[in-house]
Structures are given as structure tokens and as C-alpha cells.
Nanobody
């Protein structure tokens, strides 16, 4: 069992930056591929980024590539999402998730555990 708690969301002006954190419980954090997803009201949850167990590989949605950076610190059981050059379309609830095994890490169904989400609101 893994519990995930996101933090770092808030209100930011367009063009600004935020860093989200996701702290995981348990001693097996390094066994999980970690992903970030987001969901806007009335829309399906969409993939943002993932990072593999050792942090050696990352992958981003086209909409955030070059602006967002995912990283992890296995010693601290934490995954991060650095978000730069934020725009209005980035306004969503952001979720972190942990996947034990899968090869399709862009699919939300591949993830075993989810956090409660943190709201990010970008204003003009």
C-alpha cells in the first residue's frame, strides 16, 4: 500500500512557475514508476509526465514538453513537477500516481495508487 500526498498548488499569473511535490509513504517508493496527471472540470484525466523507478527515463505530454520537468528523490520518497511558463490552459487539478508494473505509463489505468490532487489555477 502506498499513500500519496500532493502539495504546492495554488494561484499563479500566466507566465509564472510552480513546483508541485508528491510525498509517498512506505519503503518501496523506488519500486514505482511515478506519473503526474491533470484534470479540468468536465474533462477526462490527462497524462502530463512520468518518470521511471530510478529516474533514468522521463516522458512528457506534448502540451507541456519544454515547460514542465518531472524529477524524483528516492531518498525522500518524493516526486516533483516543476512547471514553468504556465498558461491558462494549465489550470487543473494535478494528481500524482504510482505504477508498480506496466509499459503504458501514459494511461491512467496503469497506475495503482493516486493522491488526492492539488489545484493549480493560472490567472491572466
Amino acid at each position: 500500500q502506498v499513500q500519496l500526498v500532493e502539495s504546492g498548488g495554488g494561484l499563479v499569473q500566466a507566465g509564472g512557475s510552480l513546483r508541485l511535490s508528491c510525498a509517498a509513504s512506505g519503503r518501496t517508493f523506488s519500486s514505482y514508476t511515478m506519473g503526474w496527471f491533470r484534470q479540468a472540470p468536465g474533462k477526462e484525466r490527462e497524462f502530463v509526465a512520468y518518470i521511471t523507478r530510478s529516474g533514468g527515463s522521463t516522458y512528457y505530454a506534448h502540451s507541456v514538453k519544454g515547460r514542465f520537468t518531472i524529477s524524483r528523490d528516492n531518498a525522500k520518497n518524493t516526486v516533483y513537477l516543476q512547471m514553468n511558463s504556465l498558461n491558462l490552459e494549465d489550470t487543473c487539478v494535478y494528481y500524482c500516481a504510482a505504477a508498480r508494473a506496466s509499459i503504458n505509463w501514459v494511461n491512467p489505468a496503469s497506475y495503482d495508487y493516486w493522491g488526492q490532487g492539488t489545484q493549480v489555477t493560472v490567472s491572466s
